[in-house]
């Protein structure tokens, strides 16, 4: 199993406050001949449905020293993903787990904006030292 990522119980905690159950720590899909392990599942039973949310997180910490190079691994980690989890989750939406500091940053330049934009992702911002959800961005 992979190691997690430093920001991992912050976000996990994050979560929590917000109303969501962990399910998954980490969520393991096998498809094609190939393992994954999405860094969390959770769900939320919302009062006016009948069935709950369910999602799947990849955390991202972007403390490395090439913030460009993280954003590839992330992106391709993403795509992969959100393919494993259409096939064996259909229901699950997947979000890529970002620090504020970085979202207020690195993810504000145009080019990034216009990715994010294109390849559909669905981003949740947290604040690691606080615990919490800062943005749900769809």
């Given at each position: 199993?992979?190691?997690?990522?430093?920001?991992?119980d912050?976000?996990?905690?994050?979560?929590?406050?917000?109303?969501?159950?962990?399910?998954?720590?980490?969520?393991?899909?096998?498809?094609?001949?190939?393992?994954?392990?999405?860094?969390?599942?959770?769900?939320?039973?919302?009062?006016?449905?009948?069935?709950?949310?369910?999602?799947?997180?990849?955390?991202?910490?972007f403390?490395?020293?090439?913030?460009?190079?993280?954003?590839?691994?992330?992106?391709?980690?993403?795509?992969?993903?959100?393919?494993?989890?259409?096939?064996?989750?259909?229901?699950?939406?997947?979000?890529?787990?970002v620090?504020?500091?970085?979202?207020?940053?690195?993810?504000?330049?145009?080019?990034?904006?216009?990715?994010?934009?294109?390849?559909?992702?669905?981003?949740?911002?947290?604040?690691?030292?606080?615990?919490?959800?800062?943005?749900?961005?769809?």
């Amino acid at each position: 199993m992979p190691a997690r990522d430093v920001f991992h119980d912050a976000v996990r905690h994050a979560l929590e406050k917000d109303g969501w159950t962990i399910t998954h720590d980490p969520l393991y899909i096998r498809t094609g001949g190939v393992e994954y392990h999405i860094d969390l599942g959770a769900e939320k039973l919302l009062a006016a449905e009948r069935n709950g949310e369910k999602i799947a997180v990849e955390i991202k910490s972007f403390v490395g020293v090439s913030t460009v190079a993280e954003f590839h691994t992330a992106l391709g980690q993403y795509i992969e993903y959100r393919l494993a989890l259409k096939e064996k989750h259909p229901g699950r939406l997947l979000y890529l787990a970002v620090p504020g500091d970085m979202y207020d940053t690195f993810f504000m330049l145009p080019f990034i904006q216009h990715v994010v934009a294109e390849c559909q992702l669905k981003l949740l911002v947290y604040h690691p030292k606080d615990e919490v959800i800062l943005l749900w961005k769809k």
